[in-house]
Nanobody, 115 residues
Framework: QVQLVESGGGLVQAGGSLRLSCAYSGSIFDYYSWAWHRQAPGKQRELVASIRNNNLSNYADSVKGRFAISRDNAKNTVYLQMNSLKPEDTAVYYC?????????WGQGTQVTVSS
């Protein structure tokens, strides 16, 4: 059974940085496009950034210029480098494939940004 395991979250002050990782336990990782999503308390899950299998990436306007998504096909891992963090970035962050039905969601990783 495919597993997605997110890690790297934590508590950080505004202006700080974090790097999230998402490890995928299935096969043909390099075939898929991947995305990071986040869900803040009381809000719907939103897509933050995505990366295609040709490494083209897209970002939500709210994180453009601050976040960077990348992938390591050899490690079956997707990363999200988050810089200049703001309190409104506080959420649980999840990864999943895009363009196809999603895998079962992982537990996510909590990011809390204090002001």
């Amino acid at each position: 059974q495919v597993q997605l395991v997110e890690s790297g979250g934590g508590l950080v002050q505004a202006g700080g940085s974090l790097r999230l990782s998402c490890a995928y336990s299935g096969s043909i990782f390099d075939y898929y496009s991947w995305a990071w999503h986040r869900q803040a308390p009381g809000k719907q899950r939103e897509l933050v950034a995505s990366i295609r299998n040709n490494n083209l990436s897209n970002y939500a306007d709210s994180v453009k210029g601050r976040f960077a998504i990348s992938r390591d096909n050899a490690k079956n891992t997707v990363y999200l480098q988050m810089n200049s963090l703001k309190p409104e970035d506080t959420a649980v962050y999840y990864c999943n494939r895009v363009g196809l039905p999603p895998f079962a969601w992982g537990q996510g990783t909590q990011v809390t940004v204090s002001s």
